[in-house]
């Protein structure tokens, strides 16, 4: 199966934007649809986004849509969370998730593999 390692975390002011990547290793990418999910201090993980393996179906968070936009390359192996009109309340550990499937599901349960998580901080 594939092995996951998200990068592009960091602080960013209210207002600005952050694009995350996962980069997939050791499977069949396009086996795999690929979701975002986070993790606030003493809060649940919750879904934030994601795309199925075509890259032709996306679907997002009520508390992110319009804001966030998850894009796939199967060429290169890599999925993204662009981040726009970041909040306070989007600060999280950040965590790409792969499923085998076509489509999106917004359950953690449904997820084979997890990545390490990056950190997204928010200032207000």
């Known amino acids: 199966q594939v092995q996951l390692v998200e990068s592009g975390g960091g602080l960013v002011q209210a207002g600005g934007s952050l694009r995350l990547s996962c980069a997939a290793s050791?499977?069949?990418?396009?086996?795999?649809?690929m979701s975002w999910f986070r993790q606030a201090p003493e809060k649940e993980r919750e879904f934030v986004g994601g795309?199925?393996?075509?890259?032709?179906?996306?679907r997002y968070a009520d508390s992110v849509k319009g804001r966030f936009t998850s894009s796939r390359d199967n060429a290169k192996n890599t999925v993204y969370l662009q981040m726009n009109s970041l909040k306070p309340e989007d600060t999280a550990v950040y965590y790409c998730?792969?499923?085998?499937?076509?489509?999106?599901?917004?359950?953690?349960?449904?997820?084979?593999?997890w990545g390490q998580g990056t950190q997204v901080t928010v200032s207000s």
């Open positions: 795309i199925s393996r075509s890259g032709g179906t996306s």
């Open positions: 998730a792969a499923r085998v499937g076509a489509l999106v599901r917004t359950s953690a349960s449904d997820y084979d593999v």
């Open positions: 050791g499977g069949t990418f396009s086996d795999y649809s």
